[in-house]
């Protein structure tokens, strides 16, 4: 499923997957020793590798003296590019609360953004408590 395709490039390249990506080019060590590739490479880089990408969305619950992280979806990277108000999203998704986004490409963790939104902590509602302790 290549849904690459029908994305409108000029939100692409304004959204969430987009600045997870550039975050990944920002901190990969080549970078530093290479310099950061131009910017058609890197959309061009970007778009051959969307198809192979996930997002995943975790919640973050202060227990105690520990951070926990729940998991909460895993969505196709493509799903999600023309995203570009993550902050509504995540609220009207998941409600209020504080939430890590990783960028994935196949099995590989690329970058990782933090966000904090308002609202009740729907989220909590299909977040399963571990009784197996």
Known sequence: ???VNKINEENLF???VWNLYKEHIKSFSH???KGEPTLDEMK???LS???ECTIKFLAQEKVGMI???HHLDTFPASELAEVTQIQEFLEKKYGGGKFKINF???TNFMS???YTTNGPLRWKESVKEDTSR
Do not use: C, D, E, W
Request: hydrophobic share 40%.
């Open 49 to 51: 590798i969307l198809p």
């Open 31 to 33: 970078s530093a020793v």
């Open 104 to 106: 994935h490409h196949r």
């Open 112 to 114: 990782t953004k933090n």
């Open 1 to 3: 499923m290549n849904n």
């Open 44 to 46: 061009k880089t970007f």
């Open 67 to 69: 951070v926990q992280f």
């Open 14 to 16: 304004k959204g969430l």
